[in-house]
């Protein structure tokens, strides 16, 4: 069975710092995965997505992330944040092959908090 | 084009009602997937249909049910409503044949059992 594990459940960042969500994820097969974006009584949001190829995925708003195979993990960076980034930040997998779509199965959620 | 919308908006409901939510999908999506969001956690997934047909279903009891209709509009009905099922219930939809695996959610019926 696959499972998503996000690290933080708060992060706390000043204004144009750089932050780092982190997604570790298991499964015994190859899965895609994605990080979507919930602000507040809103639904989600995909800021990116990882289905194959490259391993670092640039996403809206100034996201990207890397999948790294080996530490089966799949981090979210911004180098500089804004306080509109403040939101609650979902890390999600699925298993899906050539075109089945899998349902998604979804950390437990970051919040990032955004000060001046 | 329209995205993913549900209704109502919020809801409450006392414990032993039944509920119904909607969700129209994004146009042109075949595919549309329940999930239930507690508070302070991720979503959950219900269960997800295709082409009217129930197309896989995660951990909920059979109390927990769905309908898609033929232009793809989807119902969740709930029975004998629990406390634990508060939460918020979000749809998404999706077009099956495609490779990229994106789901569209709607923004979601904030449901309260008292």
């Known amino acids: 069975a696959q499972s998503v594990t996000q690290l933080d459940s708060q992060v706390p960042v000043f204004e144009e710092a750089p932050v780092e969500l982190r997604c570790n994820y298991s499964s015994s097969v190859s899965v895609y995965l994605f990080w979507y974006v919930q602000y507040p009584n809103q639904g989600l949001q995909l800021l990116l997505k990882y289905l194959s190829g490259s391993t670092l995925v640039k996403g809206i708003n100034g996201f990207e992330a890397e999948f790294n195979k080996s530490q089966t993990s799949f981090h979210l960076r911004k180098p500089s944040v804004h306080i509109s980034d403040t939101a609650e930040y979902f890390c999600?997998?699925?298993?899906?092959?050539?075109?089945?779509?899998?349902?998604?199965?979804f950390g437990k959620g970051t919040k990032l908090s955004v000060k001046p | 084009e329209t995205g993913v919308t549900q209704s109502p908006t919020h809801l409450i409901k006392t414990r032993g009602q039944q509920v119904t939510l909607r969700c129209s999908s994004q146009?042109?999506?075949?595919?549309v997937s329940w999930y239930q969001q507690a508070l302070g956690q991720g979503p959950q997934f219900i269960f997800q249909?295709?082409?009217?047909?129930?197309?896989g279903r995660g951990n909920f009891p059979p109390r927990f049910s769905g309908l898609q209709f033929p232009n793809y509009s989807s119902e969740l009905n709930v029975n004998a409503l629990e406390l634990d099922d508060s939460a918020l219930y979000l749809c998404a939809s999706s077009f099956r044949l495609a490779d990229n695996n994106e789901q569209f959610f709607g923004p979601g019926t904030r449901l309260t059992v008292l």
């Open positions: 249909y295709y082409r009217e047909e129930e197309n």
């Open positions: 146009s042109g999506h075949n595919t």
């Open positions: 999600a997998v699925s298993v899906g092959y050539g075109g089945s779509q899998g349902n998604l199965i």
